[in-house]
């Protein structure tokens, strides 16, 4: 993008004020969400940018750390910085920041999931694809085969398996806020329960094994009434069982999405081999 056509959509010449690293930021921000720079597209270097915007480099670099925390661009040392518009990680930041003013409840997070779950078995019942229900059966299977495996491993599975199970609805709202709080949830439970064995982590994980594979079977007959019933029978039990466990109760939400980062990144090392589903562009 030129500055001729920065002028012209109203985001330059560069005024010279305070906080100008918070400006640049905000008018690299607008570029991005408004797609005059797409995601996957690979910014100017800073020395470029620098020049561009008439300051210096470590004025751009905290303009780019400002965009790194919000998950609108991915820093790579060495390679550049490249355009996320990561969706799930802003609106993560949002929701802790809401924790922790709020002092929300578990209950209260498990309220929401059900809600939007419901949302999501009515909507994948229709649209779910090919490609959708594949990523299920896998994500079912990996879950299966990592009975005694390392926790984080098994997590994630499981969260491969929700994030599919969202993404079938292809409603990329709906997925952002249904990801965000599934992994809220896996944090907490992490957290509360990280000294239980590894055949605890199996029995708890297998157990609703069979209440997957029974939304899975509904989302393939494209049978909405019973893609629902599936899904609130599901959440049913991970609402009894996690609300009745005292442990979880001595950890506070705040706490857990502290350690957030840290959590998404080593589950991340243990993903699944297999892509992650495409958000629907819809």
């Known amino acids: 993008m030129s500055r001729k056509e920065d002028v012209a959509a109203g985001v330059g010449p560069w005024p010279r004020r305070t906080k100008v690293a918070n400006d640049i930021a905000d008018t690299l921000r607008r570029q991005i969400v408004t797609g005059q720079r797409a995601q996957g597209e690979r910014l100017p270097a800073e020395k470029e940018l620098a020049g561009y915007f008439g300051v210096s480099q470590p004025t751009i670099r905290e303009a780019l750390r400002v965009l790194d925390v919000m998950g609108l661009v991915d820093i790579r040392h060495g390679s550049g910085t490249w355009v996320a518009g990561d969706s799930t990680r802003l609106l993560s930041q949002s929701v802790e920041t809401l924790l922790q003013l ?135 039990v991970q609402w009894e069982r996690l609300t009745a466990d005292r442990e979880l109760h001595r950890v506070h939400l705040s706490d857990a999405s502290v350690d957030g980062a840290l959590m998404i990144e080593l589950l991340t090392k243990a993903a699944p081999a297999f892509p992650a589903p495409k958000r629907s562009s819809s």
């Open 102 to 236: 709020e002092s929300v409840g578990i209950g209260e997070i498990l309220e929401v999931r059900r809600a939007l779950a419901t949302l999501t078995a009515s909507q994948a019942a229709r649209r779910a694809t090919p490609a959708d229900l594949s990523s299920l059966r896998k994500a079912q299977e990996g879950i299966d085969a990592a009975r005694g495996a390392p926790i984080l491993e098994r997590a994630s599975w499981i969260l491969s398996f929700l994030d599919a199970l969202s993404a079938s609805a292809h409603n990329p709202l709906l997925l952002a806020l249904e990801s965000c709080l599934n992994k809220l949830l896996i944090q907490v439970q992490l957290r509360a329960w990280e000294s239980r064995s590894t055949e605890f982590w199996s029995t708890w994980g297998g157990a609703a094994s069979g209440q997957r594979r029974k939304i899975i079977a509904a989302l393939e007959a494209k049978d909405e009434k019973q893609a629902v019933d599936a899904m609130e029978a599901y959440h049913k």
